[in-house]
């Protein structure tokens, strides 16, 4: 097995992606904040045996944090990383520090635009702006022909997703379906902050998405049915009953524009269903969705009156 080479800088790791491009070889790329859990190694794994050489990044970026949101606490080991990584297969890391990325003088952005308004967006106001210049600088460095993203962070794949496409970029953005515990909780760097018994707790958030993906299909299917308004409030009450502190947001959207249906005469005239969900546990912001395409789901269903 070949170890993984950890390139600190930009220009050393342009000369190799040049060298690779030389040989006719494919780039896969999977960039991340570290602190590697199944989810990173399943894009990995996909990324390798999908192209002829993958690179990894790991960086903390600092431009997508807001002051009051956890950069200094953000879980860091690069050699626990390093270790994970090399045992998929990976031979190299980009890990550049935030001077290198953002060098004195630096002062270009790339705005993110209505897809990043609502939900994790109307909370972290810049979040997305932060989000799009790293990755658009992480695309012109590594220079990818595919890049890996998860789908537990949906709203962020349909901005890059939207970012490639309004910008003109080559790469192709690969969803990836979300890596869960066994228990349904969606795997994040964040659940180690979790306590024991937060974490027992935990699954609520999930538990509580798909209640509300199978109460849409039901009213998606029939007249009547629940109110919208009166299916979200009692999920999120039904939250703070399991033990979460506060609930951010719980939306039931448009997936393809991430606008919240408002009705259930927009339910039905939606295709593509988007619900979410955010919510504060002890001390850690959890964060989850499902994305399902309504009028391909069939079979028995149950009345959520």
Do not use: W
Request: aromatic share 8%.
């Amino acid at each position: 097995m070949h170890s993984v080479k950890i390139l600190s800088t930009v220009a050393e790791t342009k000369e190799i992606i040049k060298q690779i491009k030389n040989e006719g070889r494919t780039i896969g790329f999977v960039p991340t904040m570290g602190f590697f859990h199944e989810g990173h190694l399943e894009l990995m794994r996909r990324s390798i045996k999908e192209c002829g050489e993958t690179f990894v990044s790991i960086f903390v970026n600092p431009i997508q944090f807001g002051p009051n949101e956890d950069l200094s606490k953000y879980p860091r080991d690069l050699s626990r990383d390093s270790a994970m990584a090399e045992k998929t297969g990976v031979k190299y890391i980009f890990h550049p520090q935030a001077a290198e990325m953002y060098p004195e003088g630096f002062q270009t952005s790339v705005k993110a635009g209505a897809l990043a308004e609502d939900f994790c967006g109307a909370l972290r106001p810049g979040h997305f702006d932060g989000v799009c210049t790293v990755v658009a600088k992480l695309f012109n460095i590594i220079t990818p022909d595919l890049a890996y993203f998860g789908m537990k962070d949906y709203q962020q794949l349909a901005v890059i997703e939207k970012m490639t496409e309004d910008l003109n970029m080559s790469v192709k953005i690969v969803k990836c379906e979300t890596v869960r515990e066994k228990d349904g909780l969606a795997m994040s760097s964040r659940n180690s902050y979790l306590t024991a018994g937060e974490r027992e707790i935990a699954p609520a958030i999930k538990e509580n998405i798909e209640f509300a993906r199978n109460a849409v299909i039901e009213m998606a299917a029939k007249p009547g049915g629940t109110l919208l308004e009166k299916l979200i409030e009692g999920r999120k009450l039904d939250l703070i009953r399991r033990g979460f502190k506060s609930v951010d947001y719980f939306k039931i959207a448009d997936a393809k524009t991430l606008k919240e249906i408002p009705d259930l005469d927009g339910l039905r005239r939606c295709s593509t269903i988007f619900i979410a969900a955010a919510a504060v546990l002890g001390k850690t912001r959890l964060i989850d969705n499902s994305v399902f395409d309504i009028k391909k789901i069939k079979g028995p269903r149950r009345n959520y009156q």
